[in-house]
């Protein structure tokens, strides 16, 4: 079983920047797909960008693109979302997912807790 944890979060001005990390521990890091979706008050659960198993393919969603950037290092086994020119419509809690055989918006075999993104205008 998989365990993830976000780290990260928490309040920042309009244009500022913040990065996310997510820790996986209790299986095999490179063996999973991981991504980041984001929820935001009585909205949706969204996707937000994704990145394969060994790092070679990486995709974001439209809303944040040119803005966040998703990477990993699977010696540290840990997914990282760096966001700049954050905007107050970025706020949300944003989860990490693992999938082991998804990539993209239907990933989510196991999640983390989430850690909230607070953007003030």
């Known amino acids: 079983q998989v365990q993830l944890v976000e780290s990260g979060g928490g309040l920042v001005q309009a244009g500022g920047s913040l990065r996310l990390s997510c820790a996986a521990s209790g299986g095999t890091f490179s063996d999973y797909a991981m991504g980041w979706f984001r929820q935001a008050p009585g909205k949706e659960r969204e996707f937000v960008a994704a990145i394969s198993r060994r790092g070679a393919r990486a995709y974001v969603a439209d809303s944040v693109k040119g803005r966040f950037t998703i990477s990993r290092d699977n010696a540290k086994n840990t997914v990282y979302l760096q966001m700049n020119s954050l905007k107050p419509d970025d706020t949300a809690v944003y989860y990490c997912?693992?999938?082991?055989?998804?990539?993209?918006?239907?990933?989510?075999?196991?999640w983390g807790q989430g850690t909230q993104v607070t953007v003030s205008s």
């Open positions: 997912a693992a999938d082991s055989s998804r990539l993209g918006v239907g990933m989510g075999e196991h």
